[in-house]
């Protein structure tokens, strides 16, 4: 394994036990193992990155309701190929060369998996994102 590799993987925990592996399908196991860990890992930069996009959208979502808001996060991660690109890209970039291989084998249900976990985890954020406002 290179150093990257190893590097990669130092930050990240592995707690799934060996009795939830056994019950779970590849998809799940690499969602749950490297998915999930990455994008907890890189929250920080995803909040940053959809601040970035609603100024760059003339900070319409700090004027909506609290309803609105999450209807706009769905739709800016969900519609906006761009923005999306840009959300999987900060996950697909820190994949080991092994994990790589897996996740090219299934790419379009992957990226689903990331967008969707990444939708929840803004969603989740929405009062703090609505406190850093157009100014963070």
């Known amino acids: 394994m290179s150093t990257r590799d190893l590097s990669i993987k130092s930050i ?10 056994s019950e779970m399908s590849s998809e799940e ?23 970035n996009f ?3 959208y003339k900070n ?11 209807s706009y996060i769905e739709n800016s991660v969900v519609k906006d190929r761009t923005f999306r ?6 996950i697909v970039g820190l994949f080991t060369v092994e994990e790589y291989t897996i996740y090219k084998t299934n790419a379009s249900a992957f990226n689903k998996r ?14 703090l994102l609505s406190e850093l406002g157009p100014t963070a």
């Open 12 to 21: 990240r925990l592995d707690s799934i036990s060996d009795a939830i592996k």
């Open 85 to 90: 690109n840009s959300l999987k890209d900060m």
């Open 114 to 127: 990331i967008i969707g976990i990444v939708k929840e985890r803004l969603i989740s954020h929405v009062q």
């Open 29 to 51: 196991y690499f969602q749950n193992s490297v998915l999930r860990p990455i994008i907890k890992f890189q929250n920080d930069l995803l909040i940053a990155a959809f601040l």
């Open 54 to 56: 609603c100024t760059t």
């Open 60 to 70: 319409v979502f700090f004027e909506l309701s609290a309803e609105n808001k999450i």
